[in-house]
Structure formats: structure tokens, C-alpha cells
């Protein structure tokens, strides 16, 4: 099956920096989304982007899918940034997802 | 947007009880539902794939007695853990696609957390 690993694995950041995360997969996909998993569990999904780019606010991702790669971008970095992203894709209509292990982000004031 | 709601969001019984965990999609009809389970510090992994109206596909590893997937309606799909033992306690969260609509984001629910003691 497919393979996704996400870098880093772990990020610790000051406050207002910025960070990118990493997502490269093995295989061609047509599903790509970018989660940020809360402290209580919830996926917040931020982006829907199984390919080009798109921005929300300080965050923005990058899907290049002929190489096989995402990135998430995270500008001006806050507290509440804090958490873990996970990168999941899916490579055929109607399949689940596939999870990356994820980065886990600090941010510290 | 598209909501999917999970109930409970928090469970803690003894062991040898039966949990049941619903999925629903409140403004979407969702033919394919999709259960993961997540324990600390790890991954979102793949448990089964709910089609409604059939029997669901479980991922190689998950016990199909165990873990008993109905999905009855094109908005339900509910997960009953048979016999729960403290190895079960986990967090479990659903997601659903929309239907008839291949290249579509999967919506998540917030996941149930299990502790079984």
C-alpha cells in the first residue's frame, strides 16, 4: 500500500517563527488533506489539497503530486499552533485515507 | 460545511462490556464511513471501511467479532466493541465521504475515547 512519512518529527519553535512540515508519499494520490490534531483528539482539517496551493490565513500548503510531495507552511507561529499535523492521503475514489505519524509542533511564548 | 457528529466522546466502563460508538453525518448522505483507531502518541490507523447497506471490510489484524460495524442508513454507522478488555481502550474516530462524489475531502468526526478498566 501506499507509504507517507512526514517530516520533521518533532518541532519546538518561539512564538512568532515560522515553520515548514513535510509530507512525501510513495505512490500517486488523489486525496491529500493536512489535519491538526488538538490537545482533546479533534482533526481539524485545514486543507483539502491533493494538488497546487492554497492559503488560510498564516497557513498555507503546496501539494507538487508529479513528485510526490505536500508542505504546510505556518507563518508568525502562536501558542495555540501547538499540537500535532498529520498528512493522510488516499490514492482511489471512495478508499480511506492513509495517516502519516505526524509532526508534533511546540510553541512556547 | 459537511458535519460529522460522534457519539459518546467519552466512555469508561468495566471490562467485558459491550460499547456502541455513532457515527452520523448531520448534512450529507455518506455511503462509505470509515473507522480508525488512534492509541496515544501513535498514528490514525485504518480499522474498516462501513458501506451502507453491506457488510464492511476490516483492515487485516481487527477482529470482525469484536468489533461489530452496522451501517444501516446512509447518515449512521454505528461500532460496537463486543467484550471490551483494557487492551480496547483507545481513541476511535470515525469519518465519512460523500456520496457518489470521488475527489471530495473525508470529514472527520471528534473520536470517542475508550478507557475500559
Known amino acids: 500500500g501506499i507509504q507517507v512519512e512526514q517530516s520533521p518529527p518533532d518541532l519546538i519553535l518561539q512564538e512568532g517563527a515560522n515553520s515548514t512540515l513535510r509530507c512525501n508519499f510513495s505512490?500517486?494520490?488523489?486525496?491529500l488533506q493536512w489535519f491538526h490534531q488538538n490537545p482533546w483528539g479533534q482533526l481539524i482539517n485545514l486543507f483539502y489539497?491533493?494538488?497546487g496551493t492554497k492559503q488560510n490565513g498564516r497557513l498555507s500548503a503546496t501539494t507538487v503530486a508529479t513528485e510526490r510531495y505536500s508542505l504546510l507552511y505556518i507563518s508568525s507561529s502562536q501558542t495555540t499552533d501547538s499540537g500535532v499535523y498529520f498528512c493522510?492521503?488516499?490514492?482511489?475514489?471512495?478508499?480511506?485515507?492513509?495517516f502519516g505519524k505526524g509532526t508534533t509542533l511546540s510553541v512556547s511564548s | 460545511g459537511a458535519v460529522v457528529s460522534q457519539h459518546p466522546s467519552w466512555v469508561i466502563c468495566k471490562s467485558g462490556t459491550s460499547v456502541k460508538i455513532e457515527c452520523r453525518s448531520l448534512d450529507f448522505q455518506a455511503t462509505t464511513m470509515f473507522w480508525y483507531r488512534q492509541f496515544p502518541k501513535q498514528s490514525l490507523m485504518l480499522m474498516a471501511t462501513s458501506n451502507e447497506g453491506s457488510k464492511a471490510t476490516y483492515e487485516q489484524g481487527v477482529e470482525k467479532d469484536k468489533f461489530l460495524i452496522n451501517h444501516a442508513s446512509l447518515t449512521l454507522s454505528t461500532l460496537t466493541v463486543t467484550s471490551a478488555h483494557p487492551e480496547d481502550s483507545s481513541f476511535y474516530i470515525c469519518s465519512a465521504r460523500t456520496r457518489s462524489i470521488s475527489n471530495q475531502p473525508q470529514h472527520f468526526g471528534d473520536g470517542t475515547r475508550l478507557s475500559i478498566l
Open positions: 493522510a492521503v488516499g490514492n482511489q475514489a471512495g478508499t480511506a485515507l492513509i
Open positions: 505512490d500517486s494520490v488523489n486525496n
Open positions: 489539497i491533493p494538488s
